[in-house]
């Protein structure tokens, strides 16, 4: 497991921005590592950060919005203009990174910006641009063409290159989030003509702007996927990097590509590609990439980055590694060693992260060796989840925590099939 060296208690303070499950879990590995209370904001509140009392939560109606989010971080600035440690700005939602990098040259009078430049973020948060690079350094990934509200046929339907099922995904992942129509899903798998140019064309007809990607799909479940997360100091060193397994996937439509149940995972292969490519792009910050192994030319191939860590994340920090600690330790000087430290070498400090209730896990995950070590794990009773933190449980997070349970176990039900009751 790994272990943050710091030679005292961290001398810098992060502000984050968001109120999902990925800015709890960060606010709760700041908790855990200083017992301070994390200062966040957002746009609004959801589930995962309500009834917390490890948070100092600042909800700003329109905050992820360019007009709002700067006008507030110059009221905040003026706040943090004396302050005598440096203060870190952390977007754990997709708005957040652009919207920092955007403002970076004004922000940085005030605040650590840990962000690549704006234009080198958005060719990497685009998926359709992250190909690109992605061919210009020599990153796998799937096969794919670029869809635009132009390329659709006046008169028959959009048709795949490669057959069916394929898979297709919004180019624009901060515009699509923000889309609510019948039939959007986070990720499409489309078995047929008809439903591939339904899905495109109901979502320009509701508002979406933006370019579409239609891939190859990888066959295989979940268990041949992979995510990779990690930080890159501020001198383009990569500082640390976390391989996980994930071994259930979430079946809504809504919920496709967020995973359920993550193992982690040790592979040096694939962390000196991704160190490889990330030094190439001589990157800094935090990155979150997902990929799957295809069986059928054995390589694995990666889908996007994340310009954060993953929605998950907490899962490596259950491992070991303290996401915020590694970024205030980059800026505050008290890293004691300036090694790389590749994650989860040692199996036997393995721990399962869960979403979802251990026999709902057990229920539905597809059958592989890696549920086979998950259940072993979770008999022994080495798992844990993001939003159970007992310094911070309580009443009324418990009646969310059951809340959120019931909805889990009707969308499971639904979305894998009553034949497995």
Not at 81 to 93: C, D, N, Q, Y
Not at 151 to 179: C, F, I, R
Not at 284 to 312: A, Q
Request: glycine share 6%; proline share 5%; charged share 25%.
């Amino acid at each position: 497991m790994r272990t943050l060296k710091l030679s005292g208690e961290p001398q810098a303070t992060p502000i984050f921005m968001g109120s999902d499950e990925n800015a709890y879990g960060q606010a709760r590995a700041y908790h855990e590592l200083t017992g301070k209370k994390a200062i966040v904001y957002a746009g609004g509140l959801l589930a995962a950060t309500k009834y917390t009392k490890i948070i100092d939560m600042h909800v700003v109606p329109g905050f992820g919005e360019d007009a709002i989010f700067i006008q507030t971080m110059r009221e905040v600035a003026k706040e943090y203009a004396t302050h005598e440690e440096p203060v870190i700005l952390i977007g754990l939602g997709d708005k957040y990174p652009p919207l920092i990098a955007k403002h970076a040259d004004e922000l940085r009078e005030t605040f650590v910006v840990p962000y690549v430049d704006y234009d080198l973020m958005q060719r990497l948060i685009y998926k359709n641009t992250f190909y690109e690079i992605a061919d210009q350094y020599g990153l796998p990934h799937p096969t794919s063409v670029i869809l635009s509200k132009e390329d659709l046929p006046t008169e028959g339907q959009v048709q795949s290159p490669w057959g069916y099922p394929v898979v297709l995904k919004a180019a624009d992942s901060v515009e699509w989030v923000d889309l609510h129509f019948e039939g959007r899903a986070k990720v499409y798998i489309l078995n047929s003509e008809g439903e591939l140019d339904k899905a495109i064309r109901d979502a320009y007809a509701h508002g979406y702007h933006g370019k579409f990607i239609l891939q190859d799909a990888i066959p295989g479940d979940a268990s041949l996927e992979r995510n990779v997360t990690g930080y890159v100091d501020q001198h383009h060193h990569l500082q640390v990097i976390s391989l996980g397994h994930p071994v259930l996937e979430d079946p809504t439509p809504w919920g496709i590509g967020n995973f359920a149940a993550i193992l982690p995972d040790y592979d040096e292969a694939v962390y000196h590609v991704a160190e490889k490519f990330l030094t190439d792009l001589d990157y800094t910050g935090f990155f979150n990439m997902d990929f799957k192994y295809d069986t059928r030319d054995n390589t694995f191939k990666f889908f996007e980055m994340n310009i954060r860590p993953g929605r998950s994340s907490y899962w490596a920090t259950l491992n070991g590694v303290n996401w915020v600690g590694e970024i205030l330790s980059d800026y505050d000087n008290q890293r004691t060693s300036q090694a790389t430290v590749y994650a989860n070498q040692d199996t036997s400090k393995y721990q399962l992260w869960l979403q979802i209730p251990a026999k709902m896990f057990i229920k539905y995950a597809p059958e592989s060796a890696a549920k086979d070590t998950a259940v072993k794990l979770i008999k022994q009773g080495r798992y844990g989840f993001t939003y159970k933190y007992q310094p911070d449980w309580n009443f009324k997070r418990r009646l969310l925590y059951m809340r959120a349970n019931q909805l889990f176990r009707k969308s499971y039900k639904q979305y894998f099939g009553s034949h497995l009751d």
